[in-house]
């Protein structure tokens, strides 16, 4: 991923004599390197303030230079005192994405094969991340930036452990603001090991929740959409309990959103016209097409898609995405228009956040006013890219990172797709 921190940095005016492995930098220094105040410093660390994108830049290039890293305590105890609602403070005209879904600590473990019954096996590493498929689209869609900026939040449930704090904290490290009523925090964070073998694929195991539930709900009575381009997207694994809450979605201006993973396959068989007819983007992949009977490959399964777009005559998404492993991804508009896009060859290390680095990367585009052809590509090399790093979220790439690979310098953004039918 390529490092996007640049900009004038001035000396510090104490401390600058300083270096080793083991100084302790504080703000103080920090502010001092970059020429600003202490509170500045601060803006940048937590996210909760805009702070213009020069002097951020100055800050991120002292934090950088002088290996600064915030005491962990202090981490958790800012976690601790966030509040539990989005930032109003925020441009009334940046996109902003919303994402439901439980927030994880992942361990994963680098094997060169899975383990037989009763035998040990020696791990290359075992590395402490944050996973969760909302989570890691929130984070990924965060991290972009112009000219695909997204305000990012997630409405999840966490607990009172040093996990969820140290959870919270990274999140809001990534510009991630969460969404948790102060009442409703109990129990610890979920966990989950992942053993990603050497070529790249991996085998999950998580345990039952032991957190409450997503409180959607409450949000939606909180917040009013009206005048902006705000989306409410649902990880997989939320859907079938947040279901019935679609219609109030849509009812108060959200455009709504969904992707697949952890979706069961007969709940989707079951519920296939409430998911068309609720839904303005929809992310299936390739297995999703057996589920939908929509063909015997994946290219009759996106050509059907596109004639029922056509047939449609109600509802129906503006935009149907399906992700294809490593023949990249397809999008079916609306108008029964398919684009495809190819994913880009890379050394493959950890597939776990592949598909949600996809989702990220499309709608911080789609939510820009982009069409599906831009969007896709963006999307497959955000995807693609997040396989060369242990973790689900580890590779957080910048535009200028992803239309480079994508193939997009000096390609004009395209106007987004509309839903003829609802024009």
Request: aromatic share 6%; charged share 25%; proline share 5%.
């Amino acid at each position: 991923m390529a490092d996007n921190r640049s900009g004038p940095v001035r000396h510090a005016k104490r401390g600058a004599s300083r270096s080793g492995p083991t100084t302790h930098w504080t703000i103080d220094d920090v502010a001092s390197r970059a020429g600003v105040s202490k509170g500045t410093v601060s803006n940048v660390l937590n996210g909760k303030v805009h702070v213009a994108s020069a002097t951020k830049a100055r800050v991120d290039a002292a934090i950088a230079e002088l290996g600064y890293r915030p005491a962990e305590s202090a981490r958790s105890l800012t976690a601790r005192k966030r509040p539990a609602d989005f930032d109003r403070r925020l441009d009334p005209s940046q996109a902003r994405l919303t994402t439901v879904g439980y927030v994880s600590v992942d361990f994963t473990a680098a094997l060169d094969r899975l383990p037989h019954r009763e035998e040990r096996r020696l791990a290359s590493t075992i590395h402490k991340s944050i996973g969760g498929p909302a989570a890691n689209v929130a984070a990924i869609a965060a991290g972009i930036g112009e000219p695909y900026a997204v305000a990012a939040s997630l409405i999840t449930a966490i607990g009172v452990d040093q996990d969820s704090d140290w959870a919270a904290a990274e999140l809001s490290r990534r510009h991630v603001d969460l969404i948790v009523p102060p009442d409703r925090r109990e129990g610890r964070i979920n966990r989950a090991l992942v053993l990603v073998e050497g070529d790249g694929r991996r085998t999950i195991v998580y345990e039952p929740s032991r957190l409450g539930g997503v409180d959607v709900d409450r949000f939606l009575d909180a917040v009013d959409p009206a005048g902006l381009t705000w989306c409410l997207h649902f990880e997989g694994y939320q859907l079938p309990a947040q279901a019935a809450l679609l219609p109030k979605a849509r009812a108060r201006g959200f455009i709504t959103s969904m992707q697949v993973t952890g979706l069961p396959a007969d709940w989707l068989r079951r519920h296939r016209d409430e998911v068309f007819s609720r839904f303005d983007i929809v992310t299936l992949h390739r297995e999703s097409l057996d589920h939908l009977d929509l063909g015997d490959s994946a290219a009759a399964g996106i050509a059907r898609l596109a004639e029922q777009a056509m047939e449609a005559t109600g509802h129906w998404p503006s935009v149907v995405v399906v992700t294809l492993g490593n023949d990249g991804a397809a999008a079916v508009t609306a108008n029964g228009a398919v684009f495809r896009a190819p994913a880009i060859p890379v050394a493959v290390v950890d597939t776990t956040g592949a598909g949600d680095s996809f989702v990220g990367g499309f709608l911080a585009a789609w939510l820009n006013g982009c069409g599906a052809e831009e969007s896709i590509r963006l999307a497959c090399a955000a995807g693609s890219l997040q396989v060369t790093r242990f973790g689900a979220q580890e590779v957080r790439p910048d535009a200028e990172t992803l239309r480079r690979h994508a193939g997009l310098a000096g390609y004009a953004p395209q106007a987004a797709a509309t839903d003829p039918k609802s024009a």
